[in-house]
């Protein structure tokens, strides 16, 4: 399955499928990429046998490899400046490529080197987990954390091309299938109702790695992100409904200390509950919606704030939201439902409403 993301910047394939990583050279060839040096960065937990099957597509003194622990703590400009360093040793030019093999924040690290090394070269983004196949790998995001929250460095920078592999899935946990299930959600909240339902029927199918309804699982979230991509590239308007659920959920990861007991995705599906919480109580969502959706999520067991978070907590989550980037003055951005396939842009509130509300889900 293909799909062609056309954007200002640059257009480039997403090619999702099995038995993708021996061909790679080939693929990169066939999207006219044609760089005389390669850099292999990738993420320590992704099977050797997998990388070796990329590395073996290359003659060995063209590309470089470099192994590297990713997680949230290294997401970092001290992990940034280990990749530019050898890019500069190597003397890497523009028209040579930088290769990610890991999850989103592989990507939006090695994204981010490509973007500011001589202004850019050649990205090639091979995501490794279901999360970033669906989500951070489409679009150009990359950027890494700072003191002050996530993602707050970065640039717009989109890749020369896309490969998800389906074989990489096939050593994922259950806990990083929810992960990357989360934003396959997401997508079908704020696009398609139909997709939902689907979902609701076959999301167990999918969490079981179920091959035909994940591919497609995969193929129908990524044609949504790309659809509104296209529209707005740059996050000015349209593209903000991406970050449904997600102004609680970075703060819920910040928080926590972006602890392994509450991963992105887990913390998205915490964040949407808590959305889609506080659009009924303002009477902004559909009784029938909230319904729907709260009784999926019960289904998913992540409805329950108290699990990871005290009253205590709450003052640190409300100083995360208030950090976020949509926010334009003191109050706090958020993006909510009208109804399935329905969001609202650029509704604001308070703090003090927002602190009143979390006092209700966590105690």
């Keep these: 399955m ?3 993301v056309k954007t200002n910047i640059n257009n480039y394939s997403v090619i999702i499928g099995k038995n993708l990583c021996p061909k790679i050279n080939k693929i990169i060839l066939k999207e006219r990429i044609y760089s005389q040096k390669f850099l292999l960065v990738y993420d ?11 590395l073996n597509r290359f003659n060995t003194k063209k590309i470089e490899k470099k192994k590297i622990v990713f997680n949230e ?37 090695c994204g981010f080197a490509s973007s500011i090394f001589k202004r850019g070269l050649n990205f090639v983004n091979v995501p490794t987990t279901l999360l970033s196949q669906v989500d951070s790998a489409i679009g150009g995001k990359t950027g890494v954390n700072s003191l002050s929250g996530k993602n707050m460095i970065g640039s717009f920078y989109q890749p020369s091309l896309v490969i998800s592999d ?7 946990p259950k806990k990083e299938m929810i992960c990357g299930y989360a934003e396959i959600l997401k997508h079908s909240l704020i696009n398609n109702k139909t997709f939902f339902k689907f979902l609701k029927k076959n999301f167990i199918k999918i969490l079981n790695h179920d091959r035909k309804v994940l591919e497609s699982a995969i193929y129908k979230s990524c044609l949504i992100k790309k659809e509104i991509v296209e529209k707005d590239e740059k996050e000015k308007n349209i593209r903000k409904v991406l970050n449904l659920g997600h102004t609680f959920a970075h703060a819920y990861e ?23 919480e506080f659009g009924r109580q303002k009477n902004i969502l559909k009784k029938k919606d909230y319904e729907e959706i709260i009784g999926h999520l019960k ?21 995360y939201m208030k950090q976020d980037k949509k926010n334009k003055n003191s109050k706090i951005n958020l993006i909510l439902l009208k109804s399935i396939s329905k969001p609202i842009l650029d509704k604001s509130f308070e703090q003090n409403k927002i602190r009143s509300f979390l006092k209700n889900l966590v105690y």
Aim: glycine share 8%.
């Design 73 to 109: 703590r290294s997401k970092n400009l001290k992990t940034v400046n280990s990749i530019l360093k050898i890019l500069e040793e190597k003397n890497y030019s523009r028209n040579d490529c930088l290769i990610s093999v890991g999850g989103g924040i592989c990507g939006d690290v």
């Design 44 to 54: 320590s937990k992704v099977p050797t046998k997998m990388i070796k099957s990329i």
């Design 299 to 319: 289904k998913l067991d992540y409805c329950n704030l108290n699990k990871y978070f005290k009253t205590k907590d709450i003052s640190k989550i409300i100083y």
């Design 166 to 172: 389906i074989n990489f899935l096939k050593s994922l």
């Design 254 to 276: 910040a928080t926590i200390g972006y602890n392994k007991g509450l991963n992105h995705g887990e913390a998205v599906l915490l964040g949407i509950m808590s959305a889609v």
């Design 2 to 4: 293909n799909l062609k």
